[in-house]
């Protein structure tokens, strides 16, 4: 393994890192990173580099450092659900799919009124799911009738019923 930094001697780039952790929860809980983080608040930092790349992640750093290097494809996966933390007993490398499957798992997706476009709250749309259907009328003037009680549109109502989107409310419908 080949650790350098460009900036720093060694010794001082990995003693200037370990300065941005909070270790105080101890061996057991979680380390976050109390330096700059991105957007998600995953840790950043700007003075590592692994053969011959700059590695910004500080969870991928901690990896790198305690654990061992990861696979250029692979991400680190946080035990914890928590991005700041670079605890390496709560790290672990793992795919794109892993992390989606973890993510959908543990109730961390956004969906349903969490999702960033949501207009509906949960229960508007487990009234929309269950609403009584109309025989006597066509499938468009059903959707179209049940959105205006709800005030949204047909095809967001289509949507709902034929399990396109709000999926998750089938689930707590039918108790699978």
Known sequence: ????????????????????????????????????????????????????REVTGCSRISHILHIGPILEDLRVLHSCDNPPCVNPRHLSAGTHVENMKQMKERGRSLRGARGTGAKLTEEQAIAIYIHPWNDNLCNRENYTLIAGKFNTTAGTVYHIRERKTWKHIHELQTGS
């Not at 350098?4 to 370990?18: G, N, T």
């Not at 979680?30 to 003075?47: A, L, S, V």
């Open 1 to 52: 393994m080949i650790i350098l930094s460009k900036r720093l001697p060694v010794f001082e780039m990995l003693l200037d890192y370990d300065s941005y952790i909070d270790k105080s929860a101890g061996e057991l809980g979680c380390w976050p990173w109390i330096g700059t983080t991105d957007k998600d608040g995953y840790g950043r930092y700007r003075k590592f580099y692994y053969d011959g």
